[in-house]
């Protein structure tokens, strides 16, 4: 009966780590094809954008002007990285606070998210997002130290890379895990993760490399990422950097109308290197 014992836990363990390890990428993408909701109908202009990351694969984005297309002014741009999710168009919010604050914003899907076509991977969701900065600084002729790369969730991982590759005016990394490998050992504790992940996503390795400004956001309510892993990310990372402590659970948007965090957000953006009020 001992021995019938150990077969059923050693089998049941195997079974865990292989459904795990073949599993993962649908743990760690959500991807939805359907739109909730377009910016024409809640009456937002927007650029309707499709750029080639392969010769057979597009992804898909919305970009929004502030202040119009013909402005002529030169205005700083957000490049905003969702979380592993839905789609753009679960994003509207967002885009319009950023709006609010006199920026401009990309919104993009990964491979494989709304209209982008091709699957999504850790390798193809950096690559989706250094070619959508591409895009900005070619065909929006933005000025790197006015780009600020958004990511919240999945998104902070994204960006974290996307600013280790490229130049940009700041980083803003909201709700976001220390790597797959820390949220994986929450999930699952009982199983040795380690040499079973196919995605690592690991900003904590990679933070402490940026010399960008650096806005950390996180609730201490979130709950799907703990409040600690925000905080172990900001401490890693590099001055100048910044913390604002968001209220609400992990999907919860509540915050939006919070002024400390739309203060430090517009001083961020448009003060950049100079001090936060």
Same mark, same amino acid.
């Given at each position: 009966? *001992? #021995?019938?014992?150990?077969?059923?836990?050693?089998?049941?363990? %195997?079974?865990?780590?292989?459904?795990?390890?073949?599993?993962?990428?649908? #743990?760690?993408?959500?991807?939805?094809?359907?739109?909730?909701?377009?910016?024409?109908?809640? @009456?937002?202009?927007? /650029?309707?954008?499709? $750029?080639?990351?392969?010769?057979?694969?597009?992804?898909?984005?919305?970009?929004?002007?502030?202040?119009?297309?013909?402005?002529?002014?030169?205005?700083?741009? +957000? #490049?905003?990285?969702?979380?592993?999710?839905?789609?753009?168009?679960?994003?509207? /919010?967002?885009?319009?606070?950023?709006?609010? =604050?006199?920026?401009?914003? $990309?919104?993009?899907?990964?491979? @494989?998210?709304?209209?982008?076509?091709?699957?999504?991977?850790?390798? &193809?969701?950096?690559?989706?997002?250094?070619?959508?900065?591409?895009?900005?600084?070619?065909?929006?002729?933005?000025?790197?130290?006015?780009?600020?790369? %958004?990511?919240?969730?999945?998104?902070?991982? +994204?960006?974290?890379?996307?600013?280790?590759?490229?130049?940009?005016?700041?980083?803003?990394?909201?709700?976001?895990?220390?790597?797959?490998? @820390?949220?994986?050992?929450?999930?699952?504790? #009982?199983?040795?993760?380690?040499? $079973? =992940?196919?995605?690592?996503?690991?900003?904590?390795?990679?933070?402490?490399? =940026?010399?960008?400004?650096? $806005?950390?956001?996180?609730?201490?309510?979130?709950?799907?990422?703990? %409040?600690?892993?925000?905080?172990? *990310?900001?401490?890693?990372?590099?001055?100048?950097?910044? %913390?604002?402590? =968001?209220?609400?659970?992990? &999907?919860?948007? @509540?915050?939006?109308?919070?002024?400390?965090?739309?203060?430090? *957000?517009?001083?961020?953006?448009?003060?950049? *290197?100079?001090?936060?009020?």
């Amino acid at each position: 009966m *001992l #021995l019938w014992a150990v077969i059923v836990v050693v089998g049941a363990f %195997f079974v865990s780590c292989t459904a795990l390890y073949f599993l993962q990428t649908q #743990l760690v993408f959500h991807p939805t094809r359907e739109f909730a909701a377009s910016p024409s109908e809640l @009456g937002i202009p927007f /650029e309707d954008v499709y $750029l080639h990351v392969t010769q057979e694969h597009c992804i898909h984005g919305w970009y929004f002007a502030s202040r119009g297309p013909d402005s002529g002014e030169k205005r700083p741009v +957000v #490049l905003f990285c969702h979380g592993n999710a839905g789609n753009i168009s679960h994003r509207l /919010e967002t885009a319009e606070f950023i709006l609010s =604050l006199g920026a401009d914003v $990309l919104l993009y899907d990964y491979r @494989g998210y709304g209209k982008s076509d091709g699957f999504p991977s850790e390798e &193809n969701v950096y690559a989706d997002a250094e070619t959508c900065y591409n895009w900005l600084i070619e065909e929006k002729k933005a000025d790197p130290q006015h780009i600020f790369i %958004f990511g919240r969730s999945l998104g902070g991982a +994204v960006a974290i890379e996307l600013a280790r590759r490229v130049k940009c005016g700041g980083l803003i990394v909201e709700s976001s895990f220390t790597s797959v490998s @820390g949220m994986a050992k929450k999930m699952f504790p #009982l199983i040795t993760i380690k040499h $079973l =992940l196919k995605h690592k996503f690991d900003s904590i390795a990679k933070i402490g490399s =940026l010399t960008c400004p650096v $806005l950390v956001t996180h609730s201490p309510d979130d709950d799907l990422v703990p %409040f600690e892993m925000g905080r172990r *990310l900001f401490a890693a990372a590099n001055e100048p950097k910044w %913390f604002v402590a =968001l209220r609400g659970g992990h &999907n919860d948007r @509540g915050y939006l109308a919070d002024s400390t965090y739309m203060g430090t *957000l517009y001083d961020l953006i448009h003060v950049r *290197l100079g001090p936060l009020r």
